[in-house]
């Protein structure tokens, strides 16, 4: 949707700290995300994290836009890139 509305998108691979996050990265991926260029600025948008949630075992559909946006920044303590440049923050 983003390239037909003439967006550039990016397509990122890396680590999220979601369900069965157990305190170390494995071997691979296992995750993706986009980042989407507006303006010459990137934004973070994690279309799945926003479109549900587990609570305990228990898979609940539910849409938010708490990933629509996401500050890069904040990104890192939830999601980590495989590679560095699509972390978008530069301290």
């Known amino acids: 949707m983003c390239n037909i509305a003439g967006y550039e998108v990016i397509t990122t691979s890396?680590?999220?700290k979601g369900f069965g996050y157990r305190g170390?990265?494995?071997?691979?991926?296992d995750h993706a995300w986009n980042g989407?260029?507006?303006?010459?600025?990137?934004?973070?948008?994690?279309?799945?994290?926003?479109?549900?949630?587990?609570?305990?075992e228990t898979y609940i559909k539910e849409y938010s836009t708490d990933y629509i946006f996401i500050?890069?920044?904040d990104n890192l303590?939830?999601?980590?890139?495989?590679e560095n440049n699509y972390q978008f923050y530069y301290p």
Do not use: M, Q
Request: with cysteine; charged share 25%.
């Open 14 to 16: 890396g680590y999220s």
């Open 24 to 29: 170390e990265l494995s071997g691979e991926g």
């Open 36 to 56: 989407i260029k507006i303006i010459s600025k990137w934004y973070l948008v994690d279309c799945t994290w926003d479109a549900s949630y587990v609570d305990g």
């Open 71 to 73: 500050n890069s920044r």
């Open 77 to 82: 303590f939830s999601h980590l890139p495989e």
